[in-house]
Nanobody
Framework: QVQLVESGGGLVQPGGSLRLSCATS?????MGWYRQAPVKQRELVATITTDGDTIYANSVKGRFTISRDNAKNTVYLQMSSLKPEDTAVYYC???????????WGQGTQVTVSS
């Protein structure tokens, strides 16, 4: 059973920065972050493979950076130049290397407001 433990959310002013972390307990292929704002569908923010290949949503390109430490099975999301529209619950996402099962973290709230 893969478990994901997220940390790093909070309240930040527009233009500010936050870093999210997600630690896992299993053997993971791709990892990433999704987000869900009120009354909106969950959407991809960024993903990263074990080889470091990344995909970003157009809305965060140039502002967010995803990275991972394979030795620690941890993925990070560095968020800069935050905007009010980035306000959402951010969910860590991981795909098991062997089973292909998808796992989700419990979610961490990010609020961008003055």
């Amino acid at each position: 059973q893969v478990q994901l433990v997220e940390s790093g959310g909070g309240l930040v002013q527009p233009g500010g920065s936050l870093r999210l972390s997600c630690a896992t307990s299993g053997s993971i292929a791709s990892m990433g972050w999704y987000r869900q704002a009120p009354v909106k569908q969950r959407e991809l923010v960024a993903t990263i493979t074990t080889d470091g290949d990344t995909i970003y949503a157009n809305s965060v390109k140039g502002r967010f950076t995803i990275s991972r430490d394979n030795a620690k099975n941890t993925v990070y999301l560095q968020m800069s130049s935050l905007k009010p529209e980035d306000t959402a619950v951010y969910y860590c996402h991981a795909v098991s290397r062997y089973s292909g099962n998808v796992y989700w973290g419990q979610g961490t709230q990010v609020t961008v407001s003055s």
